[in-house]
């Protein structure tokens, strides 16, 4: 197995603290949102390999690794299904401020507008380009710490319930339509009507529903620190129709095919497949394609499913989910217990979050993770927390 070397991403959004904390550095004070680790072209994991003979070869990426032999390090099975790439994505996700409000398409979907935007040749790097490739993007992101995001739609007269609260008389159409129609038509046109609103009269009514948020509180005041961060944004509105949703450490959601969501505070493993597809509805300065969006979204209410992970006998507790591109347990290691075995005829990525357990000979500190070929033989032990991800079939 090798030890990898990763990227922290600096998007706005991220917490200046969280990723520190964890990785015992001091912080910079510039937002740390993300630790990649995997093998995405936008910031491949590194790795240095050594020789049948002990001797350390080159720094190399984790995709150059794969690329020169996929079959070795991915399994024959994630080469059949996937191609000769790494199919996941893991994550350490530390948020300080609301994320965009967004939605990943489906399968099909991605297919068909990748396609739509290769065939009229939209640049790669465009603003307004949507599919960045022909890939859905399932996730998972499981809570380190509380973790606060929103996720699904609620039921209409529950957003109507909210708006009316606040007392803002521009509101009120969109409290009107919450219940004039069936469910899923009264949210789709009540989210078609806010982001096709005048701007500057959706600034004003997000004004005056941020400060009556702020000063009724409650379960309000949420939405009166996502204006705080995104003043004027139509995506403060959009984020009353949907779930309000508190982690606790261990806790996990996963978002599939035309979920909307967002994640506003908290630090959180997240696992997804290995895309870039994001329709975006609001919470952002970034190009918001409302047609696509609404072709995409899924109106129907949800409950959120908070998954709690099912332990196995061997102390692995797994998150179910339907993903096949992945798949995400946890180890919470004691001290003198026996090794786990973890030999898989797939790729594995094991990522310590507490503790120093030991993967193979290899020993690991909060913010460490090893790369683990298909069909390495291995085993943990040690004492503390390790994630272990791998390919979901």
Not at 150 to 166: I, K, S
Not at 185 to 195: N, S
Not at 310 to 319: C, F, I, K, R, T
Not at 362 to 379: R, Y
Request: with cysteine; charged share 20%; aromatic share 6%.
């Amino acid at each position: 197995m090798d030890r990898l070397s990763n990227t922290v991403r600096p998007y706005a959004w991220g917490s200046t603290t969280a990723i520190p904390e964890l990785l015992g550095v001091a912080p910079t004070g510039e937002p740390q949102a993300e630790l990649w680790m995997g093998a995405h072209p936008g910031a491949p994991s590194r790795l240095v390999r050594t020789s049948a003979t002990g001797e350390p070869g080159p720094e190399q990426s984790l995709n150059e690794v794969i690329a020169a032999d996929p079959e070795r390090e991915l399994g024959r099975a994630t080469v059949e299904k996937f191609g000769p790439r790494l199919p996941f994505l893991l994550k350490l996700l530390a948020a300080g401020a609301p994320l965009s409000l967004q939605v990943h398409p489906g399968l099909a979907q991605a297919r068909q507008g990748y396609e739509d935007e290769e065939r009229r040749a939209v640049p790669m790097d465009a603003p307004h380009r949507t599919y960045k490739d022909p890939n859905h993007k399932p996730e998972l992101i499981c809570a380190l710490t509380p973790f606060v995001g929103l996720c699904g739609f609620r039921r209409p007269a529950e957003a109507a319930a909210t708006m009316a609260a606040l007392g803002v008389d521009s509101l009120k159409p969109y409290v009107d339509l919450l219940g004039a129609h069936p469910e899923e038509a009264a949210l789709r046109e009540v989210l078609t009507a806010i982001l096709g609103a005048e701007p500057a009269k959706t600034a004003e009514t997000v004004n005056e529903a941020a400060a009556a948020a702020q000063r009724l509180g409650g379960a309000l005041a949420p939405y009166a620190r996502i204006a705080h961060h995104f003043p004027g944004d139509p995506g403060v509105i959009a984020a009353m129709l949907l779930n309000y949703v508190e982690l606790q450490p261990g806790e996990a959601l996963f978002l599939g095919a035309g979920v909307p969501h967002a994640y506003l505070d908290g630090l959180g493993v997240e696992i997804m497949a290995n895309s870039d597809n994001v329709l975006r509805c609001g919470l952002t300065p970034k190009h918001v394609d409302v047609p696509e969006l609404l072709r995409v979204v899924r109106f129907e209410p949800t409950e959120p499913g908070v998954l709690r992970p099912e332990a196995s006998p061997s102390g692995e507790e797994l998150y179910e989910t339907p993903a096949d591109e992945f798949r995400l347990s946890r180890f919470d290691l004691s001290p003198g217990a026996e090794p786990v075995g973890l030999t898989r005829d797939a790729p594995q990525i094991l990522l310590c979050t507490a503790g120093a357990p030991k993967a193979g000979a290899i020993g690991l500190t909060p913010g460490a993770s090893v790369f683990v070929p298909a069909g390495e033989a291995t085993e943990v032990s040690g004492t503390g927390t390790l994630f272990r991800a791998t390919v979901g079939v």
